[in-house]
């Protein structure tokens, strides 16, 4: 079965530090997302896209965040300068189509800690 | 106020329970209803599906949605331990872009 890859699974940085996390959607899947889900809450998304286009990052921290997907396959999300406050879980997703019901295949996600 | 608001639990129960989790929203404009289960260090999965108001059922998971008090709950009949996990509603317009999550609620299944 296709699955989401995510790599690392684990990154431990201190703050100031760059960071940068790796997710490789299921084959042919069109859609990717970037969610950030802070211990206790649900996933809060980051970034969406559609193909290598992004068509919404209004809720990325654009001044520290980052996220390219240059060939509309894999994606990177990456972190400039880590603050305390960016420990979370931080997950991939990615679907078919475009639709905001299509169904969403989640990675097992990057756990960030951030000292 | 969040939008989607869920009793985060822990909810413990018996092997063989029947488990309500629920979630209470505020916007109207939500059409489009998910649970996903999440389980320790994984990313969440998609267990339902629901449009519109109703109860869809499949095997021992019952999704109910009441649109007039802007309520969804989730049943588990003849819970198993390996139902322990956490359950995440989700629900979007269908114009917006993305999905509006609840907090999740930590469910045990104890043998």
């Known amino acids: 079965e296709a699955e989401v890859a995510q790599s690392p699974r684990y990154k431990i940085t201190e703050k100031s530090q760059a960071v940068a996390f790796w997710c490789d959607p299921i084959?042919?899947?069109?859609?990717l997302y970037w969610y950030r889900q802070i211990l206790g809450q649900g996933p809060e998304l980051l970034v969406q896209?559609?193909?290598?286009?992004?068509?919404?990052d209004s809720q990325l921290p654009k001044d520290r965040f980052s996220a390219e997907r240059l060939k509309g396959v894999d994606s990177t999300l990456k972190i400039q300068p880590a603050e305390l406050g960016d420990s979370a879980m931080y997950l991939c997703?990615?679907?078919?189509?475009?639709?905001?019901?299509?169904?969403?295949?989640f990675g097992p996600g990057t756990r960030l800690t951030v000292l | 106020q969040k939008e989607v608001e869920q009793d985060p639990g822990p909810l413990s129960v018996p092997e063989g329970a029947i488990v309500s989790l629920n979630c209470t929203y505020s916007?109207?404009?939500?059409?489009?209803f998910m649970w996903y289960r999440q389980y320790s260090r994984k990313g969440p999965e998609l267990l339902m599906y629901t449009y519109s108001s109703g109860n869809k059922e499949d095997g021992r998971f019952t999704a109910q949605v009441d649109k007039s008090s802007k309520y969804i709950s989730l049943f588990i009949r003849d819970s198993q331990p390996s139902d322990s996990a956490t359950y995440l509603c989700a629900m979007t317009s269908g114009s917006a872009r993305q999905l509006t999550f609840g907090s999740g609620t930590q469910l045990t299944v104890l043998p």
């Open positions: 997703a990615s679907s078919l189509g475009s639709l905001n019901t299509d169904t969403q295949y």
């Open positions: 896209f559609q193909d290598e286009s992004v068509v919404d």
């Open positions: 084959s042919g899947h069109a859609t």
């Open positions: 916007n109207s404009a939500f059409q489009y």
